[in-house]
DNA sequence: AAACTACCGACA
DNA sequence: GTCGGTAGTT
């Protein structure tokens, strides 16, 4: 790497407080370009404007950015290297003090302090609003390899490349006014995207509609994405209610999209694998019937396992739902059974042997008062409201449909 | 309100 | 047949 050092800037930060390999490939973001790099691992990212790029050591985080012609003067490059820098900061969350939260969750929790160790460096991502809305609309009965692709695939058909490095294209993630245009949903069929298709032109339509498509002035966003970016100001109900009003949003989708880019740090998505943990890990009722057959995710058990995992964890519940999920992944893994939602080929994959196994069950720990975190001035969440809040999605669909 | 079905594609 | 959901219907 000393090489090729030169390129790159430097940001001291202890893998506990970030670690690319987990977080980068945990169903978080579909998008990063991962290469090996002789024994090393490069990670990039096509934004609107440049490619990020990172790599990584046990104390430091290496990045530099990739522009495209005409190449800024030094002086130019230098400014906006700092925006760069500012753009980390952000995307990763780095003033939120990661092992502060992993003891807050232990002390809570003895299923995390048995775990954590094996586990560090998981955190969530402050992602874009758009790309993530449309990411996790492709996330609906999927797994993550496929997910990869179709997002992939729909860069690389609905905007033009901004660079190309290395001979390898760099597509940014088409804008609403885009995916907007009739016809895309046909096209979209034919990539594969199936049912989602529709939900994804439909979403897109009707977010430009009512937001705007226009492009805003001295901006690299169109309006309707500054107004999903604005619902980071929101109470969480509130956004939640705005996101169900979309095609192929339902609950799930909508927390991932609260959770990853609106600042819901306390929202825990719930699938039917966060289910299986809380039964497993946490007591919680397992709903199944006596054949053994799954149980089905009904709004009930979608709030009855949030409600438990939020008190389990607190404030931060859904940044501590990301390491269990990330963790459980690879505990499948080092079992050869197929990782529910991992990429078919993961050549990187520890094989990592669990030191709790599938079946424990622990009791809840006493409800500790959440200690004051970062943050703390955020719009409060009402823990009593999980219950309300599951059926609150059945609600708003009834609207839509009875209006 | 809860339960049922269809949907696209990958996988066992 | 299963599955990292959602929409539409009863």
């Known amino acids: 790497m000393a090489s090729l050092l030169p390129a790159f800037q430097s940001l001291p930060l202890p893998i506990v407080q970030l670690s690319l390999a987990a977080v980068l490939k945990c169903g978080q973001s579909f998008r990063w370009a991962i290469l090996d790099v ?197 109470r969480t109900d509130d956004a939640r209610e705005e996101l169900l009003k979309f095609v192929g949003v339902g609950r799930k989708v909508a927390d991932c999209v609260l959770l990853m880019s609106l600042d819901k740090k306390e929202v825990v998505p719930v699938d039917t694998h966060v289910h299986q943990i809380a039964v497993k890990h946490y007591g919680l009722k397992d709903a199944s019937g006596p054949s053994g057959k799954k149980a089905t995710m009904t709004p009930k058990i979608y709030g009855d396992v949030n409600t438990k995992l939020f008190r389990v964890w607190g404030d931060y519940a859904g940044w501590a739902h990301s390491v269990l999920f990330t963790a459980d992944l690879k505990s499948f893994a080092s079992y050869g059974l197929p990782a529910p939602g991992s990429r078919t080929t993961s050549p990187s994959s520890t094989k990592i042997a669990p030191d709790f196994m599938p079946g424990d069950i622990l009791p809840t720990p006493p409800l500790t008062p959440v200690s004051s975190l970062k943050r703390s001035n955020d719009p409060v969440h009402c823990s009593s409201d999980c219950q309300e809040a599951a059926t609150l999605a059945e609600r708003v669909k009834r609207r839509r449909r009875g209006a």
């Open 38 to 234: 002789g024994e090393d691992t490069e990670y990039r990212l096509c934004l609107r404007d440049r490619v990020v790029c990172l790599r990584q050591s046990p104390t430091t985080l290496f990045y530099r950015a990739l522009y495209p012609d005409p190449q800024p003067t030094p002086t130019q490059k230098a400014l906006r290297d700092a925006e760069t820098l500012v753009w980390l900061n952000d995307y990763f969350q780095l003033d939120v003090d990661l092992v502060g939260l992993y003891n807050e969750w232990s002390t809570r929790d003895p299923v995390f302090a048995r775990m954590q160790s094996r586990f560090e460096g998981i955190r969530i991502l402050r992602q874009d609003p758009w790309e993530n809305l449309i990411s996790f609309i492709c996330s609906s009965n999927n797994n993550i390899s496929r997910i990869t692709k179709m997002v992939q695939a729909l860069c690389t058909e609905y905007s033009p490349p901004l660079l190309t490095y290395e001979g390898e294209k760099y597509h940014p993630f088409p804008p609403p006014s885009v995916l907007a245009q009739p016809g895309v949903s046909a096209t979209l069929r034919s990539l594969g995207f199936g049912y989602r298709a529709e939900f994804i032109n439909r979403t897109a339509k009707m977010l430009a509609d009512t937001h705007g498509r226009m492009p805003l002035p001295n901006d690299t966003f169109e309006a309707s994405e500054r107004w999903l970016m604005s619902l980071r100001n929101s």
